[in-house]
């Protein structure tokens, strides 16, 4: 069974600082991963898709890794911003495109 | 409008009620998927649509819960005789196609939040 799982399990930085959350999963047979941000009350937003073929992929301030073979991703955020802070969710991508869920990283950024 | 979107956005229910949870996806979307997040608990796939067929129903809890598809568009996903258990945020996600490819981005709709009492 595949288990996903996010270290920090809370993160809270100034302004400015350049971040690294990190995604650990079990079975390295995966389709896909994508990074979400869920805001309080409101639904999931995509923030990047990372084919298993591929091993990065960049949006703005936003980098994800993807290492398949050790089970790792990471998704770096520069510059960070008070607007960054959301809880951050990894999820990879089985059959069927069911996603699996970590149980993401809340990030404050203080001003 | 051009994402997801479902209905009710609240639902408050009194236990060992049925209630319906309705899921617009966006428009063209082929796949359809359905996910629950119980309070301080991750998301829990619940099943999967491809077109208006279900090949995978594997997170569905018991046998209170089902799910249809018609169109190729809505869904509707019924809980009968509803528990406290029960309540949690339902989430309903689309995306263009439901295999690995690069257009197997899931867009997520606001949720249903269900209470039951």
């Known amino acids: 069974k595949q288990e996903v799982t996010q270290i920090p399990a809370a993160l809270s930085v100034p302004e400015g600082e350049n971040l690294v959350l990190n995604c650990s999963f079990t079975?390295?047979?995966?389709?896909?991963l994508q990074w979400f941000r869920q805001d309080p009350g409101k639904g999931l937003t995509s923030l990047l898709l990372i084919q298993s073929s591929q091993r990065e992929q960049t949006s703005g301030r936003l980098n994800a890794s993807l290492d398949k073979s050790s089970g790792r991703s990471t998704l770096y955020i520069a510059a960070s911003q008070p607007g960054d802070s959301a809880t951050y969710l990894c999820a990879v991508g089985t059959s069927y495109g069911k996603l699996t869920f970590g149980q993401g990283t809340i990030l404050t950024v203080h001003p | 409008g051009a994402g997801v979107s479902q209905s009710p956005s609240n639902k408050v229910t009194e236990k060992g009620k049925d209630v319906e949870l309705r899921c617009d996806p966006i428009s063209g979307h082929t796949a359809l998927y359905w996910y629950r997040q119980r309070l301080g608990q991750g998301l829990e796939f619940l099943i999967y649509?491809?077109?208006?067929?279900?090949?995978?129903k594997s997170g569905l809890p018991s046998d209170r819960f089902s799910a249809e598809r018609t169109g190729e568009s809505v869904s509707t996903l019924t809980i009968q005789r509803t528990q406290q258990e029960d309540s949690a945020v339902y989430l309903c996600?689309?995306?263009?196609?439901?295999?690995?490819?690069?257009?197997?981005?899931?867009?997520f709709g606001p949720g249903t939040r269900l209470t039951v009492l």
């Open positions: 079975d390295s047979a995966i389709y896909n």
């Open positions: 996600a689309s995306s263009l196609v439901g295999l690995a490819g690069l257009n197997s981005e899931q867009f």
């Open positions: 649509f491809q077109g208006n067929s279900a090949p995978d």
